[in-house]
């Protein structure tokens, strides 16, 4: 009798350990998901910033260091994203997808494929922290985005000396309407 009263207690013990450490390991994991969003929500703007250029308009005229608002479309490559890091290019909205195309059966409509001058028409956006660094974080886990969705991109334009600019992006809005598109 006393052998099963102590099997009991034992396994009473047993079961609030795991349940308390079940507990902590998904209050951690819950704790980083609200982490996770925190630091996303710290990119995008709650509003559409006015005035926005469009990505060729900004190539040819913005300065380096120039402060700038522009929108464009998630794209202008068959793989548009940089690996491990919240950066990827946009493209003028006045070119057309391969999507929008009658006919066309591209898989990889974003890649305006079938445009002639697109490296006129795109920039890279490297979205950088308070300290101006790249966020090492995928962008589309960061912000929630995808190709095709259209963005509007808040911060310094860095142009090289071939022409190409880098928007290192402070802020960034997408609107609804992009987050629930497919393309």
Do not use: H
Not at 35 to 60: G, K, M
Not at 140 to 146: A, D, F, S, T
Request: a negative charge; aromatic letters at 4%; glycine letters at 8%.
């Amino acid at each position: 009798m006393y052998r099963q009263s102590m099997n009991r207690r034992e396994m009473a013990c047993w079961v609030s350990m795991v349940v308390l450490l079940a507990t902590g390991i998904l209050g951690t994991g819950a704790s980083r998901a609200v982490a996770a969003e925190a630091e996303a929500n710290s990119y995008l703007l709650a509003e559409q910033p006015e005035d926005a250029a469009e990505v060729i308009a900004t190539r040819e005229d913005a300065k380096d260091q120039q402060e700038a608002v522009v929108v464009g479309r998630i794209g202008g490559r068959a793989n548009p994203w940089l690996k491990g890091a919240a950066a990827f290019s946009i493209a003028d909205r006045s070119l057309t997808p391969c999507n929008e195309i009658e006919g066309d059966t591209c898989k990889t409509p974003w890649d305006y494929c079938c445009e002639a001058d697109l490296g006129k028409a795109t920039a890279l956006v490297m979205v950088v922290d308070g300290d101006g660094k790249l966020v090492k974080q995928d962008a589309r886990e960061l912000l929630g985005v995808k190709e095709l969705d259209m963005v509007y991109v808040v911060g310094k334009v860095k142009r090289d000396k071939a022409g190409n600019i880098t928007l290192l992006a402070s802020k960034l809005f997408v609107p609804e309407t992009e987050k629930e598109a497919t393309p």
